[in-house]
């Protein structure tokens, strides 16, 4: 599995970034990459889908930007699990 991943706006970058970690996972006889998903239970998972509007709630919920999404799929990468975090206004609540 892979944690951090960092990436400009650029699919030839993304590419060849995760080409490496391809070759290395199979060098090392790896046959499936999960990611990003953190080591511990207190790491993030995943990449956010929407909501981007809003800032991060919680430490343990990732935060990416939106195009991450376009190089992950590009790379192969498909959704395994939907974990799902709602935003409330206390306002609303009274």
């Not at 006889?29 to 995943?46: Q, R, W």
């Not at 919920?61 to 498909?78: C, H, K, S, T």
């Given at each position: 599995?892979?944690?951090?991943?960092?990436?400009?706006?650029?699919?030839?970058?993304a590419?060849?970034?995760f080409?490496r970690?391809f070759?290395w996972a199979?060098?090392h006889n790896?046959d499936t990459l999960?990611?990003?998903?953190g080591?511990?239970?207190?790491?993030g998972y995943?990449?956010?889908q929407?909501?981007?509007?809003?800032?991060?709630?919680m430490n343990?919920?990732?935060?990416?930007?939106?195009?991450?999404l376009?190089?992950?799929?590009?790379?192969?990468?498909e959704?395994?699990?939907?974990?799902?975090?709602h935003?409330v206004?206390?306002?609303?609540?009274?």
């Amino acid at each position: 599995q892979f944690y951090l991943f960092d990436c400009e706006d650029d699919s030839e970058a993304a590419a060849a970034l995760f080409q490496r970690v391809f070759e290395w996972a199979r060098a090392h006889n790896l046959d499936t990459l999960v990611g990003p998903k953190g080591f511990s239970a207190f790491d993030g998972y995943g990449l956010l889908q929407k909501g981007f509007e809003h800032r991060q709630m919680m430490n343990m919920m990732n935060y990416n930007y939106p195009y991450y999404l376009r190089l992950v799929d590009e790379a192969g990468f498909e959704k395994e699990v939907d974990f799902v975090s709602h935003f409330v206004i206390l306002e609303d609540l009274r």
